[in-house]
T-cell receptor
Framework: DQQVKQNSPSLSVQEGRISILNCDYT??????FLWYKKYPAEGPTFLIS?????DKNEDGRFTVFLNKSAKHLSLHIVPSQPGDSAVYFC???????????FGTGTRLQVFP | EAGVTQFPSHSVIEKGQTVTLRCDPI?????LYWYRRVMGKEIKFLLH??????QDESGMPNNRFLAERTGGTYSTLKVQPAELEDSGVYFC???WGRGDYEQYFGPGTRLTVT
């Protein structure tokens, strides 16, 4: 049973517009959420994270929103750039374990 | 600062053979993790070392997989004997200490079992 779900396998956005990637989770014990970005033939690289005590975290063009009641988080990228084209993974962890539980990823394509 | 390195980058073996994957974490990182991604699915946790001790090996698929971390530095993951379903990309990640959620990933080893 998948505890972290990314229901959109792909997303295509025009350069300069906003990209919104979504993630849902089922385990209420998760208290930390992360987004990773992955280019082909490379490992995932950390992008941004949020603790369950917050509902928003911003870092430059990237903002993550957390809605605990809905068990939903989203990553906003604005403005989107062609270099943002990659696979984005949502991941979650809980206080009693350091392992990350990943979603299946969303492939973002930013076109000119 | 050198990142997490993995060797080999790609391995093709026949069913029944043995393969050993190696991971060198970032220097000073106590935590070392192994993950696996099978054909476009999610990245799945395999196990977690704290220094040389196995903290959590709940994700190891079966006893054909053996992981070690010598002296709390590099780690190896041996698959013996390999089966077709073992094919995938094996990622290693490391982090500083307890409660450090941000993990740094290596480039992965693509294992193909034919």
């Amino acid at each position: 049973d998948q505890q972290v779900k990314q229901n959109s396998p792909s997303l295509s956005v025009q350069e300069g517009r906003i990209s919104i990637l979504n993630c849902d989770y089922t385990n209420s014990m998760f208290d930390y959420f992360l987004w990773y970005k992955k280019y082909p033939a490379e490992g995932p690289t950390f992008l941004i994270s949020i603790s369950s005590i917050k509902d928003k975290n911003e870092d430059g063009r990237f903002t993550v929103f957390l809605n605990k009641s809905a068990k939903h988080l989203s990553l906003h990228i604005v403005p989107s750039q062609p270099g943002d084209s990659a696979v984005y993974f949502c991941a979650a962890s809980s206080y009693n374990t350091d392992k990350l539980i990943f979603g299946t990823g969303t492939r973002l394509q930013v076109f000119p | 600062e050198a990142g997490v390195t993995q060797f080999p980058s790609h391995s093709v073996i026949e069913k029944g053979q043995t393969v050993t994957l190696r991971c060198d974490p970032i220097s000073g990182h106590d935590n070392l993790y192994w993950y696996r991604r099978v054909m476009g699915k999610e990245i799945k946790f395999l196990l977690h070392f704290v220094k040389e001790s196995k903290q959590d090996e709940s994700g190891m698929p079966n006893n054909r997989f053996l992981a070690e971390r010598t002296g709390g530095t590099y780690s190896t993951l041996k698959v013996q004997p390999a089966e077709l379903e073992d094919s995938g990309v094996y990622f290693c990640a490391s982090s500083w200490g307890r409660g450090d959620y941000e993990q740094y990933f290596g480039p992965g080893t693509r294992l193909t079992v034919t």
